[in-house]
C-alpha cells in the first residue's frame, strides 16, 4: 500500500506541481493558487509516506481526497450547465467564483485532474492495510 500511495503522491508533486511551477515562472505568470495547491499537497503527500509520519496519512488521504474528489465533481457538473454553488451571500465571498473553488479551477481539464486525483488518494485513504502472512503451527494435540 506505501509504494503504490508514495508514487501516487511524487507524480503528483513532481508532474502537477514542480512542472507547472516552472512552466508558470518561466511564461512570467507567477504562480496560481492552483499551481500551489497542488505543489503544496503533493509535497505533503510525499512527507507523510515516511514511515515515521504514516499514521498521519490515511486522515491525509481522507481528507485531500474528499476535497479534490468534491472540486472535480462540482467543475464538471458546472460545466454540464448545472450551478449548485450559489454565488450570493457573504459564506462564498472570495472563496467561491465561476471559475473555481479555494483557487481550483472549475475548467473541464483541470476538474478532470482534480477529479482523478482526488479519487486515487480516497482509494489510499480507505483501502485495508494489508496484514502480513503468517503461520501458525501447533501440536496434533491441538488440532
Same mark, same amino acid.
Given at each position: 500500500m506505501?509504494?503504490?500511495?508514495? =508514487?501516487?503522491?511524487w507524480l503528483w508533486f513532481i508532474l502537477f506541481g514542480v512542472v507547472s511551477a516552472i512552466v508558470s515562472l518561466a511564461q512570467h505568470n507567477g504562480m496560481t493558487a492552483e499551481t500551489w495547491w497542488l505543489? @503544496? =499537497? $503533493?509535497?505533503?503527500g510525499v512527507v507523510f509516506s515516511v514511515r515515521a509520519l504514516s499514521a498521519i496519512a490515511?486522515?491525509?488521504d481522507i481528507v485531500v481526497g474528499i476535497l479534490f474528489t468534491a472540486v472535480g465533481v462540482l467543475g464538471i457538473l458546472h460545466n454540464? $450547465?448545472?450551478n449548485l454553488i450559489p454565488m450570493s451571500g457573504s459564506v462564498t465571498s472570495g472563496a467561491v467564483s465561476n471559475a473555481g473553488v479555494l483557487g481550483l479551477s472549475f475548467f @473541464?481539464?483541470?476538474?478532470?485532474i482534480h477529479m482523478l486525483l482526488g479519487l486515487t488518494s480516497l482509494n489510499? $485513504?480507505?483501502? =485495508?492495510r494489508s496484514v502480513a502472512p503468517s503461520?501458525?503451527? $501447533?501440536?496434533q494435540a491441538a488440532a
Open positions: 506505501l509504494a503504490q500511495r508514495s =508514487t501516487h503522491y505543489l @503544496i =499537497t $503533493g509535497l505533503l490515511r486522515p491525509f454540464l $450547465g448545472v @473541464i481539464p483541470y476538474a478532470l489510499a $485513504g480507505l483501502r =485495508t503461520v501458525v503451527v $501447533g501440536s
